[in-house]
């Protein structure tokens, strides 16, 4: 890719135009968007899932670890 194009023309009056076809950006700018959304919701349920297993724990004796081990011993 070209940050700096020229085109050799003859002299007199010319119309030139160039065109900035911008769909292969496009594409990446959705890839990384979905790839932003899809990391948001891993950190969002692993909250989730890490509030439940608190919760959990501290309701129910079993699940803690500290009480599992002293009854261990």
């Known amino acids: 890719m070209c940050a700096l ?3 050799r023309i003859s002299a007199g009056e010319h119309a030139l135009v160039f065109t900035y076809d911008s769909s292969d950006f496009d594409k990446g700018r959705y ?6 959304g ?4 891993m950190v969002v349920e692993g ?4 509030r439940f297993l608190l919760i959990h724990a ?3 004796s079993s699940w ?3 009480s599992l081990h ?4």
């Not at 890839?31 to 932003?36: D, E, P, W």
């Not at 899809?38 to 919701?41: D, L, Q």
């Not at 909250?47 to 890490?50: A, E, F, V, Y």
């Open 5 to 7: 194009r020229g085109v």
């Open 31 to 36: 890839v990384s968007l979905a790839a932003f």
């Open 38 to 41: 899809v990391a948001v919701v």
């Open 47 to 50: 909250r989730i899932k890490n």
């Open 58 to 60: 501290t309701t129910n």
């Open 64 to 66: 803690d670890f500290f």
């Open 70 to 73: 002293c009854r261990m011993l």
